[in-house]
Nanobody, 126 residues
Framework: QAQLVESGGGLVQPGGSLRLSCAASGFGFDYYAIGWFRQAPGKEREGVSCISDGDGRTYYADSVKGRFTISRDNAKRTVYLQMNSLKPEDTAVYYC???????????????????WGQGTQVTVSS
């Protein structure tokens, strides 16, 4: 069965860094775009970043652009989200998701994604 497992979350002070990992199995990872989403308490889940399958094109929400970097290692079937200069408003549960049918203009729409992980908690607090 298809599975996505997030790891790397934790507690960090403002200005600090974390690297999240999303390990995939049970489907053709190389041919899926992978997105990162997050959900803060009392808020709806929002798209954070995405990386495509074919050309490795990347996308970022305005709120994280310049601070977060998404990458993928197809040999390891893993996608990473490097998060730098973290802010308290980055506090959320972070989820990774996989999409076989990918549309660049709609990368942040949850309906595009076929598989979802269970999430990992990121807390940014002094």
């Amino acid at each position: 069965q298809a599975q996505l497992v997030e790891s790397g979350g934790g507690l960090v002070q403002p200005g600090g860094s974390l690297r999240l990992s999303c390990a995939a199995s049970g489907f053709g990872f190389d041919y899926y775009a992978i997105g990162w989403f997050r959900q803060a308490p009392g808020k709806e889940r929002e798209g954070v970043s995405c990386i495509s399958d074919g050309d490795g094109r990347t996308y970022y929400a305005d709120s994280v652009k310049g601070r977060f970097t998404i990458s993928r290692d197809n040999a390891k079937r893993t996608v990473y989200l490097q998060m730098n200069s973290l802010k308290p408003e980055d506090t959320a549960v972070y989820y990774c998701a996989a999409a076989q049918s990918f549309w660049y203009s709609a990368w942040a729409q949850e309906s595009i994604y076929d598989y979802w992980g269970q999430g990992t908690q990121v807390t940014v607090s002094s």
